[in-house]
């Protein structure tokens, strides 16, 4: 068993004359077409088995931006495969402005729904590995939107997972399944981008095939790893560093298996010659409200007139956690509040830096 693959994730993608300009958005919609663009001649050289899209397709889900998306990908000369993230299908049921749930298959037949009707699938995609995609929105009785899997999913996935015992199983879902940040699960601003019910997925997965999940949401590049099981999130293709990252799976001749992945980032698109600079400059700049709240909320909870003394240091503190493996210290800061965020580093037991979210092989 020997393959390789691309992934990109969220690129929100909208064609122009959908695109809402939102300048509090840490998403930059607006070169989306052209990053996807520059990706994909990369991608179009290597001689890549598939490339896996983990949600977010669209900025709104904009039947439009669905139509155009789907066209481009099945122009590609390997097969992609996605799931649906919370931005592509924002409602319940389909308005003017939004396709709904039901719809979702219908737009993406040649990219893993061939034959479901529901947003999850299955599919064995080489010998021997089989790809599952999950749905992770789901809706309330107000319709609200939450992250988790709907009792249906999580039951077919029960009765799927011993028929695929044999299997290399690689799953892929929008929202975050282990976390990625320090307290992921339980903070307020980190919560929203985990599955509500990750435990129970986790718990299913254990002792089976599956060792590998891809996923999006956080806009970040991290790898995670809990009970045999790793995490790989990729950051957003229109936020920066913008990242896309390329994976090498062989079975060795012992048997063991080694995930060499490689992350590589967009740096210019027509209009932005220096994209890596006026990207990480403008998420320094729109992460500030983002950053008061980290401070004024729990476990801190300082005052706002101590929020705003701290907050300049932390400027580029999105913009690193979105690249990964970097350490983070502010020597300046309280020792309570430098070691909390001393913890969101990639870093050895020694406290020096581990490179373990863009370019590392992973034995499984
Ligand atoms: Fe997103
Ligand atoms: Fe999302």
């Known amino acids: 068993m020997k393959f390789r693959f691309a992934i990109i994730s969220d690129p929100h993608l909208a064609v ?5 300009l939102d300048h509090t958005r840490f998403s930059l919609v607006e070169i989306g077409i052209s990053a996807i663009d520059t990706v994909f001649s990369h991608l179009e050289q290597l001689e890549l088995d598939f490339l896996l899209i983990p949600g977010d397709l669209t900025q709104n889900g904009e039947p439009d931006n669905h139509s155009w998306l789907q066209q481009r990908l099945a122009a590609l000369p390997f097969p992609v495969y996605v799931v649906p993230g919370n931005h592509d299908i924002p409602t319940l049921y389909s308005t003017k402005d939004s396709i709904g749930p039901q719809d979702f298959p219908s737009y993406y037949r040649s990219h893993g729904y061939s034959d479901s009707h529901q947003c999850y699938y299955t599919h064995e995609i080489l010998p021997g590995v089989q790809l599952i995609g999950l749905n992770s929105n789901q809706f309330n009785e107000d319709g609200e939107q939450l992250g988790c899997l709907d009792e ?3 039951t077919w996935l029960e009765q799927l997972l011993p028929q695929l015992k044999d299997q290399f ?17 339980n903070h307020p601003l980190g919560k929203r981008y985990m599955l509500d019910n990750a435990s129970l997925l986790l718990d299913l997965l254990k002792n089976t095939g599956c060792r590998l999940i891809f996923t999006g949401h956080l806009h970040v590049q991290d790898i995670a790893y809990h009970n045999d099981i790793y995490e790989i999130t990729t950051g957003s293709l229109v936020s920066y560093p913008h990242p896309y990252r390329i994976i090498e799976i062989e ?6 298996i080694n995930v060499n992945i490689e992350s590589h980032r967009v740096d210019r698109v027509p209009g932005w010659k220096n994209l890596a600079t006026m990207s990480r400059q403008l998420l320094g ?4 409200p983002f950053m008061v709240k980290l401070l004024i909320t729990s476990p801190f909870e300082i005052s706002m007139k101590e929020a705003e003394k701290l907050v300049p240091h932390l400027k580029y503190f999105w913009a690193d956690i979105s690249e990964g493996d970097n350490i983070l210290d502010f020597p300046e800061f309280p020792t309570e509040i430098r070691h909390y965020f001393q913890k969101f580093g990639s870093v050895k037991p020694d406290g ?3 490179l373990i979210d863009n370019c590392v092989c992973l034995k499984l």
């Open 169 to 185: 199983i690689m799953m892929i879902v929008h929202h975050n399944v282990i976390e990625h940040l320090p307290g992921q699960a």
């Open 152 to 154: 249906k999913q999580l």
């Open 16 to 20: 122009p004359y959908t695109i809402n």
């Open 285 to 288: 700049d729109r992460s500030f």
């Open 352 to 354: 020096t830096l581990a």
């Open 251 to 256: 079975r060795t001749s012992k048997g063991s």
